[in-house]
T-cell receptor, first 116, second 115 residues
Framework: AQKVTQAQTEISVVEKEDVTLDCVYE???????LFWYKQPPSGELVFLIR??????QNEISGRYSWNFQKSTSSFNFTITASQVVDSAVYFC?????????????FGPGTSLSVIP | ETGVTQSPTHLIKTRGQQVTLRCSSQ?????VSWYQQALGQGPQFIFQ???????GRGNFPPRFSGLQFPNYSSELNVNALELDDSALYLC??????????????FGQGTRLTVV
């Protein structure tokens, strides 16, 4: 069965601190995709990154970086030098490659508050 | 902005009533997925439409139904509303199915309250 776990329900950091959001997933498939989405108070889900199961290369995009480790089934997300605008709920998600439709399984989310 | 628009943004209905939510997909996208997001939880997949046909369904009862039109816009219909149907309903559009290299763009959602 597919499952996404985000153990951190809420995190508060002071502006300019680094913060890492944890994500652990479960799947039996060898082909799958992992995602991170950001949901600000407005409600719209904002796509941040997609990573397929064959590409374990870590990625950095500006202040954001992602650490994908298949050995531990983790796909962690780090924000460097956090800003108030980073305050939002962040969702990790999983989609299996062999399904005939793009069903995405979301984790419960981590609410990040960046305090000025 | 993603180009995906949902209407209405907020809605209040009475238990037992029926509701229709609408989604206009991004230009060039032929796939629409619907998600239900209860307060404090992650979105849950309801179903997906590809070229006007239902292409997959999550664990939702038949009173949740949908349509996709030739212009790829979509409707989500919920009959016999229950209090637990109160949630944010999100629509996502993408191009193609099973081609998971496509990125899904989400609308801002419809907040449904059932009283």
């Amino acid at each position: 069965a597919q499952k996404v776990t985000q153990a951190q329900t809420e995190i508060s950091v002071v502006e300019k601190e680094d913060v890492t959001l944890d994500c652990v997933y479960e799947t039996r498939d060898t082909t799958y995709y992992l995602f991170w989405y950001k949901q600000p108070p407005s409600g719209e889900l904002v796509f941040l990154i997609r990573r397929n199961s064959f590409d374990e290369q870590n990625e950095i995009s500006g202040r954001y970086s992602w650490n994908f480790q298949k050995s531990t089934s983790s796909f962690n997300f780090t924000i460097t030098a956090s800003q108030v605008v980073d305050s939002a709920v962040y969702f990790c998600a999983l989609s299996e490659g062999k399904t005939s439709y793009d069903k995405v399984i979301f984790g419960p989310g981590t609410s990040l508050s960046v305090i000025p | 902005e993603t180009g995906v628009t949902q209407s209405p943004t907020h809605l209040i209905k009475t238990r037992g009533q029926q509701v229709t939510l609408r989604c206009s997909s991004q230009s060039g996208h032929n796939t629409v997925s619907w998600y239900q997001q209860a307060l404090g939880q992650g979105p849950q997949f309801i179903f997906q439409y590809y070229r006007e046909e239902e292409n997959g369904r999550g664990n939702f009862p038949p009173r949740f139904s949908g349509l996709q039109f030739p212009n790829y816009s979509s409707e989500l219909n919920v009959n016999a509303l229950e209090l637990d149907d109160s949630a944010l309903y999100l629509c996502a559009s993408s191009s193609g199915t099973a081609s998971l290299n496509t990125e899904a763009f989400f609308g801002q959602g419809t907040r449904l309250t059932v009283v």
